[in-house]
């Protein structure tokens, strides 16, 4: 398994940091990353709203491009999954911003799981996932801590934590959502674009089996 990883990562130019850390900051390329429309069915911009800041070690979601997700593309099963992000501020108390980070979506994303980002009233898990083999949609906003994220401009951290069917989301150090039964046992992480600026740095996964 190691190996494999090795080879993977290898392959798409990514590194593989202490502590069975995984940095998937991608190349200019996006090598081992794949652009996907949101809904399945949609088309994607010619033109990729994504792109790389190596020097600043930021990946950058311009939000011009349409509704689309950056899966990366090795599928997870159990796994702990850190990033840090911060939307660019519009106009001066604007609070209606909107990405979010997926985790164990189907290849397409037809089925999928996001930590839902916003600008102080994000910070929950909303799916469309597999209830009894068939999908369902949820939202965990009202069974959420709430009130964790910080406005846009400022960065804040997710870390996302998948082991069997529990699900963790802890916001800026504090635990925000746990899903309990997620019968997807495992799938591809990625990035949302949903019409917003947004960057995110310190992307890195580690596998728990």
């Known amino acids: ?16 940091a202490a502590g069975g850390w995984v940095d998937l900051l991608p190349d200019a390329k996006f090598t081992g990353w794949t652009r996907l429309p949101i ?10 709203q994504w ?6 070690r930021l990946i950058v979601c311009e939000g011009n491009g349409g509704h689309e997700w950056l899966r990366y593309d090795r599928e997870l099963s159990d796994f702990l999954l850190h990033v840090e992000w911060r939307f660019t501020p519009r106009t ?53 801590t709430g009130g964790l994220e910080k406005p846009a401009g400022e960065w804040n951290t997710f870390d996302i934590r ?3 069917r529990k699900v963790t989301l802890t916001v800026n150090g504090k635990v925000a959502t746990e899903f309990s039964d997620c019968d997807v046992p495992k799938g ?4 949302e674009a949903e019409g917003y600026r947004i960057e995110f740095r310190n992307l890195r996964v580690k596998d728990l089996k």
């Open 188 to 191: 591809y992480i990625g990035l």
């Open 162 to 164: 998948c082991e069997g």
């Open 39 to 48: 809904p399945p069915t949609g088309k994607l911009a010619d033109v990729s």
């Open 51 to 56: 792109k790389t800041d190596r020097a600043r």
């Open 92 to 144: 001066e108390g604007e609070t209606k911003y909107n990405s979010g980070i997926f985790f164990r979506n189907s290849a397409d994303g037809a089925i999928w799981h996001q930590a839902q980002t916003g600008a102080g009233n994000g910070g929950y898990i909303f799916a469309n996932t597999l209830v009894g083999g068939a999908p369902k949609r949820i939202s965990l906003k009202d069974t959420s």
């Open 1 to 16: 398994m190691q190996r494999l990883l090795s080879v993977f990562l290898m392959a798409a130019g990514i590194g593989l």
